[in-house]
């Protein structure tokens, strides 16, 4: 029956509509990556309209962002993509190839890559990424061995909570550092004066005194200064790149002053205390001198401590203190252990009792720590800086990009691509893919030194037998359309009206944006 006959004298009662919807905390997620200095770009295999519509939902297509389908990027000169891919957002209609195209152009670029996936066909994304995060859920077996972890909850936002944990870890290990190496330049240089000073050749600090501050320097001040826990503050600052040394110029400069401050007050009282004091010079007064260097010595690393809580030049040292309760206690355990060894630890550690006002001053010069990191932050880093270069304390950071690509070009590159895969079919136990090319866990590539510039197209991981042909005859034999080339096949040809450009550009692009006065032509659509 024909159908003219038929769509007559119809009523329209409905139109029902099927979305897949977000999952809850998604679009947070996003903006906590961006507002951490992490990009997000989603690459898809659907069309380009349903790409760009949950892109929009996601808060991924935002201001100046690109949109693009993978027949083109795939088609794009290197120096083309590593001028696009800085902007692309989303890329739909892509292929595994594609994706690992991208996730290799932006680690050319210096960039650090995280991939999430959980099919099969991200698999090659995922090897090549430096953190492949796979779904523990939904995820394919052969897409969890690709990966590096694996979110058993499928949820995007534990990414960002292992961005947070991962600052916080980093930041925990240079707090210590911070601490322990002011600590050990001030015990040292005190140390090696003192003694070479003295005619009997006796520090100011005896071997137990000096057993106690390692133990405050090490175990105590590790198990403080690393249990900070992670908060959203850590997400307002920009990674860290890779070739960023781990001291900065903040904490060269705090170790520096209170170095330099520590070293001065202990030699001051150590060589004039008895004349700042108004004592005599006899046996008990030296002592009572010695237990005062010893007291103001260790109340400085323990003032210091709560001072090297902070690595940045903002003031607010106590800032989530009252959160991290491993730290106070610890402090108040080192003060009590402390005020127990002066007044009952005598003989072992070669100390007397003091009196009150002895004790005042140990307790302030060790405060002074505090007021002097202050001081210290509000300096300027740009003279600090230049007098750490000139004494080769830092260096200037290099930038080392990869000069060659693995070797996955060419002859060698493709047979061993044929060869790796053509051995999977061998290792197959109840459906675990184990020694495909896309799950060696291996991240070493040999560096290609094949001169020959024939360039195989991409050798599909599960279809070996057709690549074998494409090494034979120097160019791919795929099939159009075919399922072992699945980005062939125009999912999208019913908007292809609506996509007739290259690729597209966030509508709120201002006019005056580079990318738009460059790629907003009539070929494009802005």
């Known amino acids: 029956i024909p159908f003219d006959e038929l769509s007559q004298d119809l009523t329209l009662i409905g139109i029902t509509g099927i979305e897949d919807p977000l999952r809850d905390g998604v679009r947070d997620a996003v903006l906590k990556c961006h507002r951490a200095g992490v990009t997000v770009k989603m690459c898809t295999g659907d069309n380009v309209l349903t790409a760009r519509s949950i892109a929009t939902q996601c808060g991924i297509f935002t201001k100046g962002g690109i949109i693009m389908e993978g027949p083109v990027f795939r088609h794009l000169t290197q120096s083309e993509r590593i001028e696009i891919v800085p902007r692309l957002q989303v890329l739909a209609r892509s292929s595994p190839e594609d994706k690992k195209v991208l996730v290799e152009t932006l680690k050319s670029i210096g960039e650090v890559v995280g991939v999430t996936g959980d099919g099969t066909n991200d698999g090659p994304a995922l090897r090549t990424a430096n953190v492949g995060f796979s779904m523990g859920v939904a995820g394919t077996e052969v897409a969890k061995e690709a990966s590096d972890i694996i979110l058993m909850d499928d949820n995007f936002s534990s990414i960002v909570k292992a961005i947070m944990w991962g600052r916080c870890v980093n930041d925990a290990v240079r707090k210590f550092l911070q601490f322990q190496i002011s600590t050990n330049v001030t015990a040292v240089v005190i140390t090696f004066v003192t003694a070479v000073a003295s005619t009997q050749e006796a520090s100011v600090l005896s071997a137990v005194q000096l057993l106690w501050i390692n133990i405050i320097m090490d175990t105590f001040a590790a198990l403080a200064l690393a249990t900070d826990p992670a908060t959203e503050q850590l997400l307002d600052r920009k990674p860290d790149k890779k070739t960023a040394p781990l001291f900065s110029v903040e904490m060269y400069k705090m170790i520096l002053m209170q170095s330099i401050y520590q070293i001065v007050i202990i030699l001051l009282f150590h060589f004039r205390g008895l004349e700042i004091l108004g004592f005599e010079n006899t046996t008990r007064n030296q002592l009572i001198v010695k237990t005062l260097v010893f007291n103001t010595f260790v109340f400085a690393q323990i003032f210091n401590s709560v001072n090297c809580r902070r690595l940045d030049n903002k003031l607010n040292i106590f800032e989530g203190m009252s959160k991290n309760m491993i730290f106070v206690g610890i402090t108040l355990l080192e003060i009590v252990v402390q005020v127990l060894i002066v007044f009952v630890g005598g003989a072992a550690f070669q100390v007397t009792r003091i009196g009150g006002r002895e004790w005042g001053i140990s307790l302030a010069l060790g405060f002074v720590s505090i007021p002097m990191g202050v001081v210290t932050r509000l300096l300027p880093n740009a003279p600090f800086e230049k007098f750490f270069k000139f004494t080769r304390i830092m260096s200037e950071p290099k930038e080392i990009l990869p000069t060659a690509k693995p070797d996955q070009e060419g002859w060698s590159g493709a047979i061993n691509m044929v060869r790796d895969n053509l051995s999977t079919f061998a290792n197959i136990r109840g459906g ?74 966030h509508p709120e692009t201002s006019a005056d944006d580079p990318v738009y006065k460059q790629f907003a032509g009539r070929e494009n659509i802005a």
């Open 432 to 505: 675990r893919l184990r020694s495909s090319s896309f799950v060696i866990k291996s991240r070493s590539a040999r560096l290609s030194q094949d001169d020959q510039h024939l360039r195989i197209s991409s050798v599909l991981t599960m279809a070996p037998t057709l690549m074998i042909g494409a090494v034979a005859a120097g160019q791919a034999y795929l099939q159009p359309g075919s399922l072992s080339d699945p980005a062939h096949a125009d999912p999208s040809r019913s908007s292809a009206a609506l996509w007739e450009g290259k690729l597209q550009i």
